[in-house]
């Protein structure tokens, strides 16, 4: 199952590459390839042919990407060392893919010198005063996120038997729908952009730009409510929560990908058909600052700039801020991945133990351990097969099971297993079943004879 998942998120990583990517050669606001051209020259043969070079290459990247992918499935033995190879796979595909860009960005740059294509080198700071007295009109106000906020509270007015697990749902939503208030913020604060001499136009593409932007993180809001909210409820039956998690994620995922695309398509268009026959745009030659694929200009004192390829903002690292705020996410991420991988090479290889001291028996296990006393022992049997049923939380590849199930025949267990090294340990509680055994035959006897049942 968890292979089919990682390969839906990278299905779903080359998807929006291929969406961005495809920005990039599609003239906006009179920047193509991060590079700002005349009209004239967006119509140039060589320009074309330049961009779609830059089409083929980008794509067959991609595809080789995608030939790769389902190597998921040569690692499924073992979740740990499939998702290293997925996170692995990621970071070339986003370095490749960036490198690949940056050379054709320096081909465009080297091609507009040697024609000569300018435009008009100052850098516009003035929004007009229109523009400024309306700004507060401009954004959705945020008690649009309210609603979300009280439906993903509602589990806590509800009697349920696993707390912890309903307080740690409600805290996640209200984490997620927090930072969309934060970003919802933040896009109401953006810096106005002059687009053209005509006022009207200026103040109908910010509208639109500011409006959609706080409208996608309101809808995401709702969205984290409705996907995330469920789990409470869903968490009180264990036989159904592994299946209705995965397609609730499932959708989150795809809904909230689609709801950020399809704003961001909608202020694109809307703005190029306010631009259209616009005889005096105004031009921000900044190149230079964008040469390398991100925006490094020294001399603005912006920290957010809207992107040249893609959809949203980008952080100038040529401020202070802008570097913290980026080094801080990406290091944030690396120790989330980091510590994933630990946990999940722990669950797949770390040892499986059993003691027995003064009359109680533990067991101890990557992330799960397990004590009782051998007077609560009602039987041990060998088993040579587990019948079917779910888990609750843990882990469950073709070599080994570690964690909470609830199986069909024995109910409520925890399960300690090797799957591959029969026969299994069937340790009989009065309201548990732990299923167990040792990395070979032999150990397993030893684990029987420790627990002093011999029948």
């Not at 465009?108 to 005063?129: E, F, M």
């Not at 309306?134 to 696993?162: D, R, V, Y």
């Not at 026959?277 to 920290?303: C, L, M, S």
Request: proline share 4%; charged share 15%; net charge positive.
């Amino acid at each position: 199952m968890i292979n089919f998942i990682l390969l839906g998120v990278g299905i779903i990583f080359l998807l929006s590459l291929l969406a961005t990517n495809h920005t990039a050669i599609r003239p906006s606001h009179g920047i193509l390839l991060s590079v700002s051209l005349p009209s004239d020259a967006l119509a140039d043969r060589q320009t074309k042919e330049l961009a779609g070079r830059y089409r083929k290459s980008s794509r067959l990247l991609l595809l080789g990407f995608a030939v790769l992918l389902p190597a998921l499935f040569l690692l499924s033995d073992y979740p740990s060392l499939s998702m290293l190879f997925l996170f692995g796979w990621i970071t070339l595909l986003m370095v490749a893919n960036d490198r690949l860009m940056v050379r054709y960005i320096h081909k465009l740059l080297s091609l507009k010198k040697q024609r000569g294509w300018l435009v008009n080198p100052t850098l516009v700071r003035r929004a007009d005063l229109r523009l400024a007295r309306e700004k507060p009109n401009l954004p959705l106000g945020f008690g649009w996120l309210i609603p979300p906020i009280l439906f993903s509270l509602l589990p806590l007015l509800w009697p349920m038997e696993n707390h912890a697990a309903v307080w740690l749902i409600v805290g996640v939503t209200e984490f997620t729908l927090l930072l969309c208030l934060v970003l919802r913020y933040a896009a109401c604060h953006l810096p106005n952009r002059v687009y053209s001499q005509d006022e009207s136009v200026n103040f109908a593409c910010n509208r639109i730009q500011k409006r959609m932007n706080t409208l996608t993180w309101i809808l995401l809001g709702f969205i984290q409510s409705v996907t995330f909210t469920p789990l409470a409820w869903l968490f009180q039956s264990p036989e159904t929560f592994s299946g209705w998690m995965f397609l609730l994620i499932g959708v989150n995922l795809a809904a909230s990908l689609s709801v950020i695309l399809l704003c961001q398509r909608r202020i694109k268009r809307v703005q190029e058909s306010l631009l259209q026959g616009q005889e005096e745009f105004v031009y921000t030659d900044e190149d230079e600052y964008w040469k390398n694929g991100v925006y490094n200009n020294p001399n603005d004192a912006r920290v957010l700039v809207e992107k040249r390829v893609g959809y949203g903002y980008t952080y100038n690292m040529a401020t202070t801020r802008g570097r913290v705020i980026t080094y801080s996410l990406l290091g944030f991420a690396a120790c989330v991945v980091i510590g994933v991988l630990i946990i999940l090479l722990q669950t797949d290889f770390g040892a499986i133990s059993l003691k027995v001291e003064n009359g109680t028996a533990s067991i101890s296990a990557p992330l799960y351990q397990a004590s009782f006393q051998l007077q609560d022992i009602q039987s041990v049997t060998e088993i040579t097969e587990l019948p079917s049923g779910t888990r609750t939380n843990g882990s469950s590849s073709r070599l080994r099971m570690l964690g909470n199930f609830n199986l069909r025949e024995y109910g409520r267990c925890k399960i300690f297993v090797e799957r591959e090294n029969t026969p299994y340990l069937l340790i009989r509680l009065e309201d548990l079943c732990i299923i167990l055994n040792g990395a070979t035959p032999e150990q397993t006897q030893e684990y029987r004879q420790l627990l002093g049942h011999q029948d």
